[in-house]
C-alpha cells in the first residue's frame, strides 16, 4: 500500500489523533486535534510521518500485513511491539 497516496487529500484539514497505550502503562492520553501539513513516508518505507508543521510530525508505524487500514476518514495502525494502536480520524 502506498500510504502517501493514499492519505494524500487529508493534507491541509484538521485531524484528531488517539494513541492508546494496550499495555496500560500509562494514563490515556487525550485527543489531540492537528492540522495536516503533509505526510511523508520514512526512507525504509516503516514510518508514515504526519507532518503538522516544518519540524513537527508524529511517526506511525505502518504494516502491509492488516494492522494498518483506513476505513473512511478513520486510519488505525496497530504498533504490536509497543503495544501502542494510533488512531487518526478526519475532521
Do not use: C, H
Not at 492520553?29 to 505526510?39: D, N, S, V
Amino acid at each position: 500500500m502506498n500510504w502517501t497516496e493514499e492519505m494524500q487529500g487529508w493534507a491541509g484539514r484538521f485531524i484528531e489523533i488517539r494513541i492508546e497505550d494496550q499495555a496500560g502503562d500509562d494514563p490515556i492520553a487525550q485527543p489531540r486535534i492537528e492540522m495536516l501539513a503533509k505526510l511523508r513516508m520514512s526512507d525504509d518505507g516503516d514510518v508514515l510521518e504526519w507532518y503538522f508543521n516544518d519540524r513537527q510530525f508524529l511517526a506511525v508505524p505502518v504494516y502491509n500485513d492488516g494492522r494498518t487500514v483506513r476505513e473512511g476518514k478513520l486510519f488505525r495502525s496497530a504498533d504490536e511491539g509497543n503495544k501502542l494502536v494510533y488512531r487518526i480520524a478526519l475532521i
